[in-house]
């Protein structure tokens, strides 16, 4: 029977979610949640593959602006949701899903698309690359210390009940979008994310606690945990879990972290998600202690690779012609002249010769300054064609800070 690819009807939503469900294992998600996600997906930018009367497939599309260097918001499809039933597996599904999406956003003339991927592999084949990445850190807070700059006088914390100030953490989050290429601009109803508190998630420790950062009078910064109570035969041995952590300032930024290691009764702080260039990495004693790792966070398409290229920033001047491979998206390939600098940038086709050779991947991947074009060009991704040209490129691209995803969609 023929696999029929349609946009979502309000009255599929339950079977659709819930197929997706079942393609990432079946686990029955609390009504709470099911409910956000019900509230927050946009149906029609939301497909279903159906075998009959059976969705066999599910592919989404939030609308989202992203950060990129220069601090300029590009709308971009912040994909999501994807699945394939496994009876319909190598049957072309999933890649069907993909070229009626992309041209989708192409149609809707958002010059992304983004992603976080279960499975890193399966995305490259359609053009998306490694753009940021994220670290996670088990923090040894007996021995870590937190030195605090000038100024922590001036910070005054207090515990607020989460819901009671979720407006003005939601207004210090929106104020720090700009900060870092990487970050997302969100729909309303997006707020209500990063309040979500799963008993079941929780494993043991408390429901979610909150402490904010006044200057004042304002709020310039706040943390998100939960704390779980452990003993052992020789004292306490509690852990932290972060949350969310975000500050205007340095000094905020610090105050909050000094908190988090001196809260009472614990020996360990947990993050999962932070920059993999962290202040904090700067802050405590001995680097040590952080026990870090690091694994992959935002994947980047380019659709709209010349519009794309013209939305952001560049380091230091840059002058190069790409020959691009993009055999997902055509409308891509070809040979591009990309002129830029830290004012503005031109993208435009050409027929000059090349100085770069690259797939569209690799353009992905480097396109929010955090993958530099060098270091793919040592993994034989990319291909300099004239001498110069690579350090040049390589140069204009990177991001002064590491660009981040600070939460998942």
């Not at 609390?30 to 927050?40: A, G, I, T, Y």
């Not at 039933?85 to 956003?105: E, W």
């Not at 690259?358 to 990319?382: H, I, K, M, T």
Request: with cysteine.
């Amino acid at each position: 029977m023929t696999i029929e690819l349609r946009v979502l009807r309000p009255s599929e939503w339950d079977d659709w979610y819930g197929k997706l469900m079942l393609a990432f294992g079946g686990a029955v998600e609390p009504q709470e949640e099911r409910e956000l996600w019900d509230s927050l997906t946009e149906l029609e930018r939301s497909i279903g593959a159906w075998d009959g009367n059976d969705c066999v497939g599910t592919a989404g599309a939030f609308s989202f602006g992203v950060s990129v260097p220069g601090g300029a918001m590009v709308p971009a499809a912040g994909v999501t949701m994807v699945s394939v039933a496994a009876t319909h597996r190598r049957r072309g599904v999933l890649t069907s899903m993909m070229r009626r999406q992309l041209d989708d956003v192409r149609g809707w003339g958002e010059p992304l698309a983004v992603l976080t991927a279960s499975e890193p592999e399966i995305y490259g084949r359609f053009g998306y690359g490694i753009a940021t990445q994220q670290m996670s850190a088990q923090i040894d807070t007996v021995r870590g210390r937190i030195t605090v700059p000038e100024g922590a006088d001036a910070v005054r914390l207090r515990f607020a009940k989460v819901a009671d100030v979720a407006a003005e953490c939601e207004a210090v989050y929106v104020r720090s979008i700009g900060s870092r290429p990487g970050m997302l601009a969100r729909k309303p109803g997006w707020e209500r994310l990063p309040l979500l508190d799963l008993p079941g998630e929780r494993d043991g420790a408390s429901p979610m606690q909150c402490v904010v950062a006044e200057r004042q009078g304002e709020i310039v910064g706040f943390v998100r945990y939960h704390n779980k109570p452990e003993w052992e035969p020789r004292g306490p041995s509690g852990t932290i879990t972060l949350r969310h952590i975000e500050a205007l300032d340095p000094v905020t930024y610090a105050v909050l972290w000094r908190f988090l290691f001196d809260i009472d009764l614990t020996v360990k702080v947990v993050a999962h998600n932070r920059p993999v260039d962290d202040p904090l990495l700067h802050l405590v004693n001995d680097v040590r202690r952080l026990e870090m790792r690091v694994r992959d966070g935002l994947f980047v398409r380019l659709v709209d690779l010349g519009a794309a290229l013209e939305a952001r920033t560049y380091r230091t001047p840059v002058d190069v012609v790409f020959d691009v491979d993009d055999a997902f998206c055509p409308w891509n390939g070809g040979r591009w002249r990309l002129t830029g600098d830290g004012k503005g940038a031109s993208c435009k086709r050409t027929d000059d010769d090349a100085d770069l050779a690259l797939s569209v991947r690799e353009l992905g991947s480097a396109y929010l300054g955090g993958v530099s074009l060098a270091a793919l060009a040592g993994a034989g991704r990319v291909r300099e064609l004239r001498q110069g040209a690579l350090a040049e490129a390589s140069s204009a691209f990177i991001s002064d800070v590491a660009p981040w995803l600070p939460h998942g969609f």
